[in-house]
């Protein structure tokens, strides 16, 4: 059995669709085994035994869009490659805290690659650490006690689409030991 993270977007959890009883029971519903969430921001864990992963997320699209009418998006990560994210530990010596964020954003398209320098209005901001191929993200720093740090997201979206999802790193790491 195969262990998979679907890190879906634009959940609002006052919507009580995207509830985490609702969202367990859409990945119940596909017969996904040992179904759970982390978190109340659209992080589900399960086991399957399917290995196609661009299946699965439109698989579980269809599902969430047709029972809830969730139409945001979902990626998709194996135990292991958020394993492997967090021992690489690509933030060494940063603390994740409440004007410093550490981010992770995951790409649909793995393919997409690191991004460009952030542009100069968002360079005060925004620090790019790495791309993780593997698990397909995009690592950034953001200071919070900067204006603008809202623009990143924006940013994000013109180099690589709306197929893209950010959590914070602390939500990366607690994604990753529910796996």
């Known amino acids: 059995m195969n262990r998979y993270a679907a890190l879906l977007r634009g959940i609002m959890p006052a919507n009580p669709n995207m509830r985490g009883e ?8 596909l017969g996904f085994a040992s179904v759970g969430s982390v978190l109340a921001s659209g992080n ?14 439109s698989r579980i699209q269809q599902a969430l869009n047709a029972e809830l009418g969730i139409g945001g998006g979902t990626i998709v990560r194996s135990r292991d490659e958020l394993r492997e994210l967090v021992d690489s530990d ?24 690191a991004p460009p320098e952030p542009p100069a209005a968002l360079a005060a901001a925004v620090r790019i650490v790495g791309y993780d191929r593997a698990a397909g993200a995009v690592l950034a720093v953001i200071d919070n006690s900067v204006s603008g740090t809202t623009n990143h997201m924006t940013w994000l979206e013109t180099v690589y689409g709306k197929d893209i999802t950010t959590r914070t790193w602390l939500t990366v790491q607690k994604v990753s030991a529910k796996l």
């Open 90 to 113: 690509p933030f060494p010596g940063l603390t994740h805290g409440r004007n410093t964020y550490l981010t992770a954003t995951f790409l649909k398209d793995r393919a997409g690659g």
């Open 44 to 57: 589900v864990v399960f086991g399957c035994a399917e290995t196609d992963v661009p299946a699965l997320e």
């Open 22 to 29: 609702k969202l367990r029971g859409v990945f119940e519903g």
